[in-house]
């Protein structure tokens, strides 16, 4: 938060897996907030399994929800209404499915986290969701150089066939 009110940005927080966290609490970034500069994007697809859905729900900070809600109506579509009305159900309904799917993805966790343990593999310990980061440089011998983030081929954004799209420009 100290970074973003040294340089007067926004914060854009991805709460989409508040409730799957595993020995630790989950914090929302909006609650150290003390200058109205996050904007918290929460998501029922993972929450309640509605990955079809597509519903969800921004926290603007103080005064700017009218704003926000301008933008919305300009860029999005209305939700279709029985998916608002499951988005209700899932709300204000039972939770126990909810608390079975993050004990789910936590069994799975572990059994992922033991299979790379098993095999000497590197990963960072994962305390929410279900998303493993694994250090990878054993496939290039232990080299990081020339490991970076996947890029698509280049057609897939209208490029010619053979040629790549690069990160670096």
Not at 134 to 158: C, E, F, L, M, Q
Request: hydrophobic share 40%.
């Amino acid at each position: 938060m100290a970074l973003a009110k040294r340089h007067d940005l926004w914060v854009i927080s991805d709460e989409v897996y508040e409730y799957f966290t595993y020995g630790t609490r989950h914090v929302s970034l909006a609650s150290l907030d003390e200058d109205d500069r996050v904007f918290s994007a929460f998501s029922l697809s993972k929450t309640y399994a509605m990955t079809g859905v597509r519903v969800g729900y921004l926290v603007t900070p103080k005064g700017l929800g009218p704003t926000m809600r301008t933008v919305q109506e300009s860029i999005i579509s209305c939700v279709a209404e029985p998916d608002q009305w499951a988005a209700l159900a899932a709300i204000v309904g039972d939770h126990s499915s909810v608390q079975d799917a993050r004990e789910h993805y936590r069994e799975n966790l572990e059994v992922a986290t033991g299979v790379l343990d098993a095999a000497g593999i590197r990963y960072l310990d994962p305390r929410g969701a279900f998303y493993l980061w694994i250090d990878v440089s054993h496939a290039a011998g232990g080299r990081r150089r020339g490991v970076g983030p996947g890029v698509p081929p280049a057609r897939a954004g209208g490029g010619r066939p053979g040629q790549r799209v690069r990160p670096d420009g």
